[in-house]
């Protein structure tokens, strides 16, 4: 079992940066595969990116390439969301998301959820 935190939201301007990080518990957590999503008011839960469990394998949804980046540090047992380039529609809360058996993302999600943290990107 592994509990996650989220960290890092903000609210920052059209065009600025932000890093969410996600904290984990437990001793295994390089075992687990990590998605970002996100949810904004009135709309259905997104799927921002994820990575293996190793760190060396990322995707990213259409709407955040290029923009976004993920990575892993299992020493620190954290995942972390780089946004930069940010948009008045990345506006939402963002979760981070993981799971031993499988990878987090598309129309997967795994079992274990934090509890989110609010970005709110202002024009």
Do not use: H
């Amino acid at each position: 079992q592994v509990q996650l935190v989220e960290s890092g939201g903000g609210l920052v301007q059209a065009g600025g940066s932000l890093r969410l990080s996600c904290a984990a518990s437990g001793r295994t957590f390089s075992s687990y595969a990590v998605g970002w999503f996100r949810q904004a008011p009135g709309k259905k839960r997104e799927w921002v990116a994820n990575i293996n469990r190793s760190g060396g394998t990322t995707y990213y949804a259409d709407s955040v390439k290029d923009r976004f980046t993920i990575s892993r540090d299992n020493a620190k047992n954290t995942v972390d969301l780089q946004m930069s380039s940010l948009k008045p529609e990345d506006t939402a809360v963002y979760y981070c998301n993981a799971d031993q058996g499988v990878m987090p993302g598309w129309g997967t999600v795994g079992t274990y959820w934090g509890q989110g943290t609010q970005v709110t990107v202002s024009s």
